[in-house]
T-cell receptor
């Protein structure tokens, strides 16, 4: 599975847009990019997944450049409840479902 | 649709004992994976079961084992507990469409070993 690198932490304020960039230089052709959100003492929650270009859902947007060596999760107008750890993962389901989590990005939203 | 459920939610055991944790996946999901989360090591993959067969395995000692039943429910067992086994144990069930996989996690079981 491709290794990912993301910032350890980020601070933001309520109402702002938060962008978290993840590097995955050795992403494979079949790999998808998936982001999870985790609150303390809870299981990670699937946020968004993409393969290329831009993906958007009701929670976030995911931007993936043409070379796919990085991706950016965009959280619009964050609130205090968006304070969490965000994980970026890359991989595919060809060999089964084995997720390798990195350290994640701890996002703190301040009032 | 009900989410992934895990029982029990909290557990306290003493060193040397064994423990069994249970996971019920989302209806229709055939893959169940287990993870261990500790402050020091983060989220680590234990193993994955698919159609009652172990399909993937992480780097954990043989004290950690699991199984999956015909209804996709899964259990994991830890024998001869050590203090370092204290952790949040997470179960995830998966829906797969081609090579794209979405994993849905349960709330976890908080195991404390004293």
């Amino acid at each position: 599975l491709a290794k990912t690198t993301q910032p350890i932490s980020m601070d933001s304020y309520e109402g702002q847009e938060v962008n978290i960039t993840c590097s995955h230089n050795n992403i494979a052709t079949n790999d998808y990019i998936t982001w999870y959100q985790q609150f303390p003492s809870q299981g990670p929650r699937f946020i968004i997944q993409g393969y290329k270009t831009k993906v958007k859902n009701e929670v976030a947007s995911l931007f993936i450049p043409a070379d796919r060596k990085s991706s950016t999760l965009s959280l619009p107008r964050v609130s205090l409840s968006d304070t969490a750890v965000y994980y970026c993962l890359v991989g595919d389901g060809a060999a089964g479902n084995k997720l390798t989590f990195g350290g994640g990005t701890r996002v703190l939203v301040k009032p | 649709k009900a989410g992934v459920t895990q029982t029990p939610r909290y557990l306290i055991k003493t060193r040397g004992q064994q423990v069994t944790l249970s996971c019920s996946p989302i209806s229709g999901h055939r893959s169940v994976s287990w993870y261990q989360q500790t402050p020091g090591q983060g989220l680590q993959f234990l193993f994955e079961y698919f159609s009652e067969t172990q399909r993937n395995k992480g780097n954990f000692p043989g004290r950690f084992s699991g199984r999956q039943f015909s209804n996709s429910r899964s259990e994991m067992n830890v024998s001869t507990l050590e203090l370092g086994d204290s952790a949040l144990y997470l179960c995830a069930s998966s829906r797969q469409e081609g090579l794209a996989v979405e994993q849905y996690f349960g709330p976890g079981t908080r195991l404390t070993v004293t």
